[in-house]
């Protein structure tokens, strides 16, 4: 076997290609687009390289063809509670179903960030934000939603064989959108049925004045836990004009109190359901195809990305009269079939009964995140639960 460090055009080519080759026969496998994958990896448009470094490598067999690829980073950002000592990542890992392969992967990974300085890595994360090429998929192999991993079933085994052992578990929770509601739900919601209380769906024309109101919600909600920072609302503009060309506002709520935001229901459709007819590309022909798409094949699903509620609300009822006020125009006036909520790690007990309680919902899929200490004689310690 031939293990290739990513410093040429042609191994940064066979680090993508390496993905595609190893996955495609399986029909549940949408390809990433290109750009999105050369990007973590470019300084310039990744802000977490004004933090740290990464690499990444591509493995040959004696034939030349590929058979494996990983990445490994150092962030000294990334910090997760209970860490007692620095941590390094692994990630965009692929490999045949060979052991001996997987550990020449691992180990030049684990070597490389010896020499920085860190005790242990995780993986497979990101370079970056959470909310992207995060996990290991170990429970429900369907199609991957937007940015999300993909792997075989096999994976799981290379990563326990080698050593690692799971931190946290990512739950991502699925619902009929179709569903007739229950009953309780909506008695729940009839509490709230009176003028002080509005729900209400985004505006694009006002894109200003709910980035404040997602700031305000998102800041007094998560900011502070589990090492989140605060989000100013020029950061919320400009997530929002990002997503913009894709926003339904049908599936984008917000709820007020007396004027003032509490709570906010944040969806998107899934983009894989349209990338997928792109073959990875997104040249100025794939946009043209992509809009071509967009209007010809209705897409049927469509993925949370925030179920927010402030402090003050919580457990009260609140996610009970957004989901039936959002519920009369989702239910009825679009397209999806299928609704799956990005993952809630099992550290968060609170956030995972919030998402149990929007209604019959079930386990779409479950992303793992390993951890492998370099001092095997450190007692291992799992993800802490945030109370």
């Keep these: 076997m031939q293990l290739t460090e990513v410093i040429t055009t042609t191994a940064g080519k066979d680090f993508i290609r390496a993905n595609v080759e190893l996955n495609q026969s399986n029909p549940n496998y949408i390809r990433p687009l290109d750009k999105d994958v050369e990007e973590v990896f470019n300084p310039e448009k990744n802000k977490a390289f004004r933090q740290g470094e990464c690499t990444r490598w591509v493995l040959y067999d004696n034939d030349g063809r590929l058979i494996g690829r990983i990445a490994a980073f150092v962030n000294r950002k990334y910090r997760n509670k209970g860490d007692e000592f620095p941590v390094g990542g692994i990630g965009f890992f692929d490999c045949t179903n060979d052991q001996p392969a997987a550990d020449m992967l691992f180990d030049v990974a684990k070597h490389w960030l010896l020499q920085r300085g860190v005790e242990a890595m995780d993986g497979p994360i990101n370079f970056g934000e959470r909310d992207r090429w995060w996990g290991l998929v170990t429970e429900g192999y369907q199609e991957p939603l937007y940015c999300m991993n993909y792997n075989p079933p096999y994976y799981k085994e290379l990563f326990i064989t080698y050593g690692f052992r799971p931190f946290f578990n990512q739950i991502c929770i699925g619902i009929d959108p179709k569903k007739k509601l229950s009953d309780k739900m909506h008695a729940r919601h009839d509490q709230y049925a009176t003028a002080d209380y509005k729900c209400i769906p985004i505006d694009k024309k006002q ?26 609302k020029e950061q919320v503009v400009l997530m929002f ?132 200490q370099f001092d095997r004689t450190r007692p291992f310690k799992a993800h802490p639960t945030i109370s």
């Design 207 to 232: 894109l200003e004045k709910f980035a404040t109101d997602f700031a305000y919600i998102y800041n007094k909600a998560w900011a502070g836990h589990g090492g989140l920072k605060e989000m100013k």
């Design 241 to 372: 004009k990002k997503m913009k060309p894709v926003m339904d506002e049908r599936i984008i709520w917000f709820t007020y109190h007396k004027e003032q935001p509490i709570a906010m229901f944040i969806n998107l459709p899934d983009l894989n359901q349209w990338f997928k007819y792109l073959n990875g590309q997104f040249s100025w022909y794939h946009k043209l195809k992509f809009l071509w798409i967009k209007r010809s094949k209705p897409c049927k699903k469509c993925t949370g990305l925030v179920f927010g509620i402030v402090p003050e609300f919580q457990g009260k009822g609140i996610d009970a009269y957004m989901i039936v006020e959002s519920g009369k125009v989702i239910q009825w006036q679009t397209p999806y079939t299928e609704y799956e909520m990005q993952w809630i790690g099992d550290f968060n007990p609170k956030m995972l009964n919030v998402a149990t309680s929007l209604g019959d919902t079930f386990r779409s899929r479950v992303l793992t995140t390993y951890r492998y």
